[in-house]
């Protein structure tokens, strides 16, 4: 399942509306705009003559609105006083997510070369795991002493 983030404003009103809804969640399968109104219930349009159907498909299975899609009404993490609110937590994962996403771009962009025959594309998994208790990572530097 790949989820998409929408940050551009009009992108996410056209998302938000019911029927651009509807006919996102019916093109999880490419089809053609007649199949997608027969899929849907819909009315299709009429079409005279020999005309050649595009195939449409969407682009993610979910899709997540950020909150830089709410332009300058969106939270602002520093402007926020609750640090536990959901506002502020969205926020700061929204701003974390754009700074993330610049350096990734930098770093991709130091080692991307689409002159390079045989190229493969590549997925960046980025994750996290605990750290060990603090009183075992003493242990571990007390053991390496001795």
Same mark, same amino acid.
């Given at each position: 399942?790949? @989820? =998409?983030?929408?940050?551009?404003?009009?992108?996410?009103?056209?998302? *938000?509306?019911? !029927?651009?809804?509807? *006919?996102?969640?019916? /093109?999880?399968?490419?089809?053609?705009?007649?199949?997608?109104?027969?899929? *849907?219930? *819909?009315?299709?349009?009429?079409?005279?003559?020999?005309?050649? =159907?595009?195939?449409?498909?969407?682009?993610?299975?979910?899709?997540?609105?950020?909150?830089?899609?709410?332009?300058?009404?969106?939270?602002?993490?520093?402007?926020?006083?609750?640090? !536990?609110?959901?506002?502020?937590?969205?926020? /700061?994962?929204?701003?974390? +997510?754009?700074? /993330? +996403?610049?350096?990734?771009?930098? /770093?991709?962009?130091?080692?991307?070369? =689409?002159?390079?025959?045989?190229?493969?594309?590549?997925? !960046?998994?980025? @994750?996290?795991?605990? !750290?060990?208790?603090?009183?075992?990572?003493? =242990?571990?530097? +007390?053991?390496?002493?001795?």
């Amino acid at each position: 399942m790949s @989820i =998409e983030g929408i940050d551009d404003p009009s992108a996410a009103t056209g998302a *938000l509306d019911p !029927l651009r809804s509807r *006919l996102l969640s019916g /093109l999880r399968e490419p089809a053609s705009a007649a199949a997608l109104a027969h899929r *849907l219930g *819909l009315q299709r349009q009429k079409q005279w003559g020999a005309l050649t =159907e595009r195939q449409f498909v969407a682009t993610a299975s979910s899709y997540v609105m950020s909150p830089g899609a709410l332009g300058p009404v969106a939270a602002d993490a520093e402007q926020e006083v609750d640090r !536990l609110s959901a506002s502020y937590l969205i926020a /700061l994962a929204a701003r974390i +997510t754009h700074e /993330l +996403t610049e350096v990734i771009n930098q /770093l991709v962009a130091t080692c991307h070369d =689409e002159s390079a025959p045989g190229g493969r594309s590549h997925r !960046l998994v980025p @994750i996290a795991r605990p !750290l060990p208790p603090s009183d075992a990572h003493d =242990e571990r530097d +007390t053991h390496d002493e001795q």
